[in-house]
């Protein structure tokens, strides 16, 4: 399963016991799971970059990712919505999105990503007014419905109308970057996802701007599930349900660098009293 401690990571537990089931991917077994992910390997090329993830990730809750740089966090994200088909990654393993295999030749990817929607690092608006940043996806997908609204009700869940309602017609890239991220977000929501992928999405912005997407997702959560990739643990903490402790792993101490799942539970778990010592480490601060 791929959970094996890593070199820093032998507690020593046996076999069998609550804390073993829990690392292994299954802090709870009655979640109703959005996704499940089985035996999951990426490679890039011939490069092996993550190995033998398990886990589900919960409805309607959020999902953190944390670990060390290069422990592969955003490919895993980036698995979730079939991303990694535009960079060249082949992808092993299950990954079922409702119980379906969305890697199955007969699924769309476009469908995928339009019901599983990504906000990146930077925000990255069109270059075109705030409005047709909004529409141009259900424009898109042939929404027939009244544009005009579906626009103001995305705006107003991100909590971006009273500020832009009086110029729609303006360059979405005028904006503040905590506003371009939010404009984002709303873009991402008006094709009625199921599901957000945020990828260090507060990496740009500053404290304040940051602090209004952490409400954003608490309020965005009774609607959507989320995942979120993040290097501030003070975020992981403060905005997550449950979070998965990725790291790297050198066979024998020397060969390629793979990432790997260490341990996935409960925020609160991780972050009060984690059942791996690499993890226990990782927050502390002691390495990573
Ligand atoms: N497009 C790509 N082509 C080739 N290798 C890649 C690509 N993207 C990532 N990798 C490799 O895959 C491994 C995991 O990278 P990934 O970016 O997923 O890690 P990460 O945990 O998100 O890192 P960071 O926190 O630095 O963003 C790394 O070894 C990286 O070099």
Redesign the pocket.
């Known amino acids: 399963m791929g959970l094996e401690p890593t070199d820093e990571a032998d507690t020593g537990e046996t076999p069998g016991t609550e804390a073993e089931e829990r690392a292994a991917g299954d802090p709870e077994p009655e979640m109703d799971a959005v996704f499940e992910i089985e035996d999951l390997s990426?490679h890039?090329?011939t490069?092996l970059?993550?190995r033998d993830i398990s886990m589900r990730i919960p409805r309607k809750r959020v999902t953190a990712?944390i670990?060390?740089?290069?422990?592969?966090?955003?490919?895993?994200?980036?698995c979730l919505n079939r991303t990694n088909d535009l960079?060249?990654?082949t992808v092993g393993g299950r990954l079922l999105y409702n119980g379906e295999d969305i890697y199955d030749p007969r699924v769309e990817a476009a469908e995928v990503r339009r019901r599983i929607g990504m906000v990146f690092q930077k925000p990255n608006p069109f270059p075109k007014s705030i409005y047709d940043n909004v529409a141009f996806g259900p424009r898109l997908n042939g929404f027939s419905g009244n544009l005009d609204e579906l626009v103001e009700e995305s705006l107003t869940r991100v909590a971006l109308w009273n500020e832009v309602k009086d110029k729609l017609d303006d360059s979405g890239l005028a904006l503040s970057g905590g506003q371009q991220q939010r404009l984002c977000i709303a873009r991402a929501i008006a094709v009625s996802p199921d599901v957000l992928l945020m990828?260090?999405p507060c990496s740009a912005l500053d404290p304040i701007a940051t602090q209004r997407i952490e409400d954003l997702i608490d309020r965005l959560k009774t609607d959507y599930t989320i995942v979120i990739?993040t290097?501030n643990m003070q975020q992981a903490a403060r905005v997550s349900d449950m979070t998965a402790f990725?790291s790297?792993r050198m066979d024998g101490g020397k060969g390629p660098?793979v990432?790997e799942l260490v341990e996935y539970d409960r925020t609160t778990k991780i972050f009060s009293n984690p059942s791996r010592q690499a993890t226990e480490d990782y927050i502390s601060g002691r390495f990573g």
Not at 68 to 78: A, D, I
């Open positions: 990426v890039y090329g490069t970059a993550v990712f670990g060390p740089s290069g422990c592969g966090k955003s490919t895993l994200l980036r960079l060249d990654a990828d260090e990739v290097h990725f790297v660098r990432g």
